[in-house]
């Protein structure tokens, strides 16, 4: 059977990075970008929306956009691409063991028998500093964005999970990638593999 | 410095044996019952109570035992104990390097410098076999048992410490004893030690 670990993490704590370095350190793949390729060939939206929308509610609230989100066979646009979404994520489960970045990942395959579940988390300044090295500065304020982001990613998964995000309880490990560091996260998820 | 390890867990997650081991490992001490009789030597008051009001909400819940919580010296005797407990956690870790288990002595400690907060829990099935072995049956089922403790330690950290209980952000590193095991809670966060 194979083996995935799923990666939840808070923006700008490292969890894509801890991801990646894991996932080679495994010689498994790990899907985060990758599968943003798949689900825009999978689905004909634009990488953009799904980069926006496959993980975030949107900016305005659900109700905002409920009109104007065009209705593809009686789904919205955000439902198509949940659905698309989940049904990739359970094919590449069941192609190799593999370790996946966010996407609800850890909800959708939380049938599946040898699953890690993962939630890297970190301090304000830790992720603020992070944000800026790799997105470069905005108008907004570095914590501005992270509180937004969490929002609308919290909202997001508890939406389409009616789980919590980020509770202690829905992961086998919860790491704070500031404190702990990058390499060490990517160790101690490789020992528990 | 003294480097402090504090471990909250749920009822019946195995962190209080997680916190011993560790300790030995370590070869430093772990304040856990040790930490009820010295309480118990310094406050004055029952142990049972201690064991009892010094981690939980009164089961009838605060206002129920407002007006018969006798006052000493204007504070409440759940209030004197807390102060009492607060200090002894303090002087504890000044004195040497330590586990501590439980208590709020993640938040007590928190400007620590060196201190490592962990957080233990564990699924369901696993909590309730893992009582009923420890502490027998009763007329309660394991369940509602352990639904009662969560909710009662829960409500006594937010409290005291107008934090959430078990939530990741509050902890550097979270992990699922019930999943992962009590040996290999114990090795990782050794490790970070």
Redesign the interface.
Known sequence: MNRIVTISR?FGSGGRTIGKHLAEKLGIPCYDSELLDKIEEKSGLAKEYIAERGEYTPKGGWLATAFADRSLNGLSVQDYLWTVQRKLIIELAEESSCVIVGRCADYILQDQQDLLKV?I?ADMPSRAKRIVELYGERDETPEKRLRDKDRRRSAYYHFYTDMEW????N??????SG??GID?CVD?IA??Y
Chains 1, 2 share one sequence.
């Open positions: 808070e939630f988390h980020g509770r202690t309880q992961y086998h490990i919860a790491l704070d404190v702990l060490r101690i020992s528990l």
